[in-house]
């Protein structure tokens, strides 16, 4: 059994900070790629950010320069530090760890953490 789960959302004014975290937890030896997408109301799912094991990150445009994704394989953990916040960053964001097993390679998701910005 593997588990994601995600802490750090909450409401927070334009201009201001979030740190996401998110751990897996559970029978794995390792992690290929982590990342955090997010969703808004009436939208789809959209990337944010992703991180290979090696440290390769890629950004959404919408994001770039503001937030900054790491993580620590020792701890299979993921994080998203979020800066200078817009009210359009409100949504709900989840953690996505690939994991492999044996050839194949699986995609875990966390439950969500709610982000809202306000104006």
């Known amino acids: 059994q593997v588990q994601v789960a995600e802490s750090g959302g909450g409401l927070v004014q334009a201009g201001g900070s979030l740190r996401l975290s998110c751990a897996v937890s559970g029978s794995i030896f390792r992690i290929n790629d982590m990342g955090w997408y997010r969703q808004a109301p009436g939208k789809q799912r959209e990337l944010v950010a992703r991180i290979t094991s090696g440290g390769s990150t890629n950004y959404a445009d919408s994001v770039k320069g503001r937030f900054t994704i790491s993580r620590d394989n020792a701890k299979n953990t993921v994080y998203l530090q979020m800066n200078s916040l817009k009210p359009e960053d409100t949504a709900v964001y989840y953690c996505?760890?690939?994991?492999?097993?044996?050839?194949?390679?699986?995609?875990?998701w966390g439950q969500g953490t709610q982000v809202t910005v306000t104006s």
């Open positions: 996505n760890a690939l994991i492999p097993v044996g050839v194949s390679e699986y995609s875990y």
